[in-house]
């Protein structure tokens, strides 16, 4: 890194998710990327490296692609930025459109923006709470989350969150959330207890930040009925599962389940630009319809809600998907990657591995049935090793995280799944 750029940063900057103390270490040697292409990324020193996950799950169609750098330059020179509130422009209307126009129809018609996934999810809990008070039913004001869940850092999105390491600290501010750690203990909830249910929110397939843990197959399926029995809004976060990770567009299509929400982000502009959706039901959105003196209204709103470079950038990444037929090119790379981590699993020091589409979460342990001490880093480290071998990729503690963009090639995902394999043994031996 640049000698001038490293000071500065460690004198000004505060990292996400980071110990600074270990950053701004003398022998830390910070990684600046300067230019990606496809999916690869190169530092300023020329090195390159494929990006393994897809810079924290958000980039579709590789970095740089040309479609969407030219809407977003195009967008640019005409109007960059104007307020939502009281005011529309043309992208974000053709956006929505074609949003809702992802969903069977007549189901969810309404899109309301935000800038990233906390906020989208954030923004369903305030209408799940509000719709149920405009209902007559002021009662339904809890929330049903799922164990090691991960939905996001604004309050409310936090209090749904699982993961004692980032929500512990401040359990004092939660909104009122009921935790269960299977669709079996969600059945076995009384009466008394489901009355009080505004909605059950859950990543659908797939639990992101819990370490890539699935969900049995045909669960969600069966969670959609438990809602409809027991009258509670499903809230469904695809902030990470949108957007083809899995295979198809959306992870709900798996199961053939429809929600009353679902918070769109990450991948929703190809992983260009802050940008957020949170999609409902007319049946919904009419409940907050009426007269002003009555204060039905959502109060509720961003500075950059429907950003025009955002949802022009969400345009072109659309149509990418449709004219590169991403979806379908897809497959034989999903097959691919299941073949290549099925030899990775013989490595003394792999653990479980598990894959939904081209998002792989694969375990380091010491030997196959005993776990590093998380104190350790392990995963951290081989991560660290494997930057040497040319992949640029972060755990979840010792969970290795493979999610490449979605045009990776098969040369690209052998030469990651390489370099997780040299990291690995570099780290634990072989």
């Known amino acids: ?83 939502f509130l009281g005011f529309t422009n043309g992208p974000a209307v053709r956006l929505a459109e074609k949003l809702v126009g992802l969903f069977p129809p007549q189901t969810l018609t309404r899109v309301f923006y935000t ?56 359990a004092p501010l939660n909104f009122p959330v009921l935790r269960v750690d299977s669709l079996a203990a969600l059945e076995a909830l009384d009466a008394p207890t489901i009355s009080e249910l505004a909605g059950v929110v859950i990543e659908p397939l797939i639990q992101g930040a819990a370490g890539m843990r699935l969900w049995p197959q045909g669960m969600l399926r069966e969670l959609r009925k438990w809602c409809d029995r027991n009258e509670v809004l499903l809230i469904l976060d695809e902030v990470m599962t949108g957007f083809g990770r899995t295979g198809k567009m959306f992870a709900c299509e798996h199961e053939g389940v429809v929600p009353e929400f679902i918070a769109l982000a990450k991948g929703l502009s190809g992983g260009t630009m802050p940008l957020a959706a949170t999609l409902t039901t007319e049946k919904i959105f009419a409940a907050f319809l009426g007269d002003y003196a009555e204060m039905k209204t959502l109060f509720y709103g961003h500075s950059y809600c429907g950003n025009p470079l955002g949802c022009a950038a969400a345009l072109a990444s659309l149509e990418v998907f449709e004219e590169e037929k991403t979806l379908a090119a897809l497959q034989p790379k999903i097959r691919f990657l299941g073949e290549l981590l099925h030899e990775l699993a013989s490595e003394p020091h792999v653990g479980d591995i598990r894959q939904c589409g081209l998002i792989a979460g694969i375990d380091v342990v010491e030997n196959k049935r005993t776990p590093h001490p998380w104190q350790a880093q392990t995963g951290a480290k081989i991560c660290a090793a494997a930057r040497e071998h040319g992949l640029l990729t972060r755990p979840i503690r010792d969970t290795l995280v493979l999610m490449p963009p979605l045009c990776v090639t098969e040369d690209e995902l052998s030469r990651a799944v390489e370099a997780l394999r040299s990291g690995i043994r570099s780290v634990c031996g072989t």
């Open 1 to 83: 890194m640049n000698p001038d750029l490293a000071a500065a940063d460690k004198a000004f900057l505060w990292h996400p998710f980071t110990q600074m103390r270990d950053w701004c270490a003398p022998e830390n040697d910070p990684v600046v990327l300067v230019e990606g292409r496809g999916c690869t990324l190169t530092d300023i020193q020329g090195r390159t490296y494929l990006d393994g996950n897809s810079s924290i799950w958000t980039n579709i169609h590789g970095h740089s692609h040309p479609r969407i750098v030219r809407a977003i330059q195009n967008q640019a020179a005409k109007l960059a930025h104007s307020s």
């Open 115 to 170: 800038d990233d996934g906390s906020t989208a999810v954030e923004v369903a809990l305030k209408m799940a709470v509000q719709y149920w008070q405009l209902a007559g039913r002021p009662g339904k004001c809890r929330f049903t989350a799922f164990e090691n869940a991960y939905h996001g850092d604004t309050a409310g999105a936090a209090s749904l969150g699982g993961i004692g390491v980032f929500h512990d600290r401040f």
